[in-house]
């Protein structure tokens, strides 16, 4: 840990503010009182881990403890108590913590594995994993969502995560608000999978985009479109937040002493995982898609074709440079089909029944307005994870745009500078972070994972259709067998 909690003289120091164990028994034992038995854990944290994911609702983590002292039996640790935790980076601006006694918002401890002796250490010390969650997990387990909507998503969202009945959160909550009102019931299912159900009938006020996320960071739980984080007050760009570049020996500043923040820029690994994938892309309809819709009031069949290219100007999208659209694919015919693969409409062709009446005077959004986009910008946003280990920063988390200099593997010259890569360098969308902070030896690194829908610079452009020249032919294969046999001299009649 840092010997300075306000200065950091280091890449890669980290204060764990608060760690203690809140018991589900009263402290003293006092009748009445409300205030529970608290441990302090700090001093045996061998390391913690602490994950937040755009795609799962909640934050969670896990902490390697060395007990000299079997706190777990002796509290006891049961699965009804509580997790206060706080750290932070030292002197940096952001969240200083993700739960503590102030803002009254503890993790739930899940569960503990793997106990045993550690026999490095002596045989009165033992070692064990302590799992921790947010709460509203805990709440999401026990309740259940029988009910009927009819409005704004955002203020159903709002029901279900508020009520006492459901996710009874406490915590912040930031909504985007969404066009069309919906009237849905919900039958009977986890909040989670409930408000999974709203995302799906939710479209953006202000981006003509569908596919909302709702997700936990420091600052509370989103219900937003993915376009909202890319973007800011529907007129620009979202600021990155920080710079990310590969940096694999500390930088001395002019004094010689270390350069902090250049180490903070400093990655020690990277790589993109999956850059090109076509066939997975094509057949989940990144690029085109049919939709054949049934409306069953009106009993008319109804088909819409979906182009990204068409679409692709109406979003803002992580890149945007130029004249030129920096799409995900070069402007390009596809073989001899004379289209391009945004054409290609029955790559993905999916059947929904849609029923824009079915309550009275309620309109039900059609899914050509969310399924058809919701699976192309999800799946463009895939083309290309960035996976990076650097110096830990308390407070990024998901939700943050970051540059990251994605070098041109070439042969340099003597004395020539490390150019970039036109296509992958720039702006990336954090969308997981892993923060491990590790006792021996002290340091506190972050694992992240983020993407980018398309390339920082235009592919170039082709007008003309190339193909393979070799023509095929078909063949019986009896007449090929014939041929073999004749050609050795040995007559069929015999079934030779």
């Given at each position: 840990?840092?010997?300075?909690i306000?200065?950091?003289?280091?890449?890669?120091?980290?204060?764990?503010?608060?760690?203690?164990?809140?018991?589900?028994?009263?402290a003293?034992?006092?009748?009445?009182?409300?205030?529970?038995?608290?441990m302090?854990?700090?001093?045996?944290?061998?390391?913690l881990?602490?994950?937040?994911?755009l795609?799962?609702?909640?934050?969670y983590?896990?902490i390697?403890?060395?007990?000299?002292?079997?706190?777990?039996t002796?509290?006891?640790?049961?699965?009804?108590?509580?997790?206060n935790?706080?750290?932070?980076?030292?002197g940096?601006?952001?969240p200083?913590?993700?739960?503590?006694?102030?803002?009254?918002?503890?993790?739930?401890?899940?569960?503990?594995?793997n106990?045993?002796?550690d026999?490095?250490?002596?045989?009165?010390?033992?070692?064990?994993?302590?799992?921790?969650c947010?709460?509203?997990?805990?709440f999401?387990q026990?309740?259940?969502?029988?009910k009927?909507?009819?409005?704004?998503?955002?203020?159903?969202?709002?029901?279900?995560?508020?009520?006492?009945k459901?996710?009874?959160?406490?915590?912040?909550?930031?909504?985007?608000?969404?066009h069309l009102?919906t009237?849905?019931?919900?039958?009977?299912?986890s909040?989670?999978?409930?408000?999974?159900?709203?995302?799906?009938?939710?479209?953006?006020?202000?981006?003509q985009?569908?596919?909302?996320?709702?997700y936990?960071?420091?600052d509370?739980?989103?219900?937003r479109?993915?376009?909202?984080?890319?973007?800011?007050a529907?007129?620009?760009?979202?600021?990155?937040?920080w710079?990310?570049?590969?940096?694999?020996?500390?930088?001395?500043?002019?004094?010689?002493?270390?350069d902090?923040?250049?180490?903070l820029?400093?990655?020690?690994?990277?790589?993109i995982t999956?850059?090109?994938?076509m066939?997975?892309s094509?057949?989940q309809?990144?690029?085109?898609?049919?939709?054949?819709?049934?409306?069953?009031?009106?009993k008319?069949?109804?088909?819409s074709?979906?182009?990204?290219?068409?679409?692709?100007e109406n979003?803002?999208?992580?890149?945007?440079k130029?004249?030129?659209?920096?799409?995900?694919?070069?402007?390009?015919?596809?073989?001899?089909?004379?289209?391009?693969?945004?054409?290609?409409?029955?790559?993905?062709?999916?059947?929904?029944?849609?029923?824009?009446n079915?309550?009275?005077?309620?309109?039900?959004?059609?899914?050509?307005?969310?399924?058809?986009?919701?699976?192309?910008q999800?799946?463009?946003l895939?083309?290309g994870?960035?996976?990076?280990?650097?110096?830990?920063?308390?407070?990024?988390?998901?939700?943050?745009?970051?540059?990251?200099?994605?070098p041109?593997?070439?042969?340099?010259?003597?004395n020539?500078?490390q150019?970039?890569?036109?296509?992958?360098?720039?702006r990336?969308?954090i969308?997981?972070?892993?923060?491990v902070?590790?006792k021996s030896?002290?340091?506190?690194t972050?694992h992240?994972?983020a993407?980018?829908?398309?390339?920082?610079?235009a592919?170039?452009e082709?007008?003309?259709?190339?193909?393979?020249?070799?023509?095929?032919k078909?063949?019986?294969?009896?007449?090929?067998?014939?041929?073999?046999?004749g050609?050795?001299?040995?007559?069929?009649k015999?079934?030779?």
């Open positions: 840990m840092a010997t300075n306000e200065n950091l003289t280091r890449a890669g120091e980290y204060v764990i503010d608060n760690a203690e164990i809140l018991s589900y028994r009263i003293g034992g006092a009748p009445g009182s409300q205030e529970p038995f608290r302090n854990i700090t001093g045996i944290i061998g390391k881990e602490f994950d937040q994911n795609f799962q609702h909640s934050m983590g896990k390697q403890v060395l007990d000299a002292n079997d706190i777990r002796i509290l006891p640790i049961t699965g009804l108590d509580k997790l935790l706080s750290f932070h980076t030292p940096l601006e952001g200083r913590g993700v739960a503590g006694n102030d803002d009254g918002h503890p993790f739930h401890i899940t569960r503990i594995e106990v045993a002796p026999i490095k250490a002596g045989k009165n010390l033992q070692a064990y994993d302590i799992y921790f947010s709460r509203e997990i805990m999401n026990i309740h259940k969502v029988s009927a909507y009819d409005g704004p998503v955002e203020l159903a969202v709002e029901d279900i995560f508020t009520n006492k459901y996710l009874n959160s406490r915590k912040q909550l930031y909504i985007e608000p969404t009102p009237k849905i019931v919900i039958p009977n299912t909040p989670f999978r409930a408000i999974n159900m709203l995302q799906q009938r939710a479209i953006s006020k202000r981006y985009n569908a596919g909302y996320l709702f936990e960071n420091n509370g739980y989103h219900f479109s993915i376009e909202s984080l890319l973007a800011m529907g007129a620009g760009r979202r600021p990155a937040r710079n990310y570049r590969m940096q694999v020996a500390p930088i001395r500043g002019h004094h010689g002493g270390r902090v923040e250049s180490d820029e400093g990655v020690s690994s990277w790589s999956k850059p090109i994938d066939v997975d094509i057949s309809g990144a690029y085109a898609s049919k939709l054949i819709e049934h409306d069953m009031f009106y008319k069949v109804t088909t074709n979906y182009d990204y290219d068409k679409d692709w979003h803002f999208h992580m890149e945007i130029g004249d030129n659209k920096n799409t995900p694919l070069p402007y390009a015919n596809f073989e001899d089909t004379f289209k391009k693969l945004s054409e290609e409409y029955d790559s993905k062709v999916m059947l929904k029944s849609h029923t824009s079915i309550h009275n005077d309620k309109f039900n959004a059609s899914s050509k307005l969310t399924y058809q986009k919701a699976i192309s999800r799946r463009l895939f083309n994870t960035l996976q990076f280990v650097a110096k830990g920063l308390s407070h990024l988390q998901i939700g943050d745009t970051i540059n990251f200099d994605v041109l593997i070439t042969s340099k010259g003597h020539k500078k150019e970039l890569s036109p296509y992958w360098s720039g990336y969308l969308y997981e972070i892993k923060h902070l590790n030896p002290e340091d506190y972050i992240v994972k993407f980018k829908d398309n390339p920082a610079e592919y170039p082709e007008y003309n259709s190339w193909t393979h020249l070799a023509q095929g078909t063949h019986n294969v009896y007449d090929l067998d014939d041929e073999v046999i050609n050795a001299g040995i007559s069929s015999f079934g030779l």
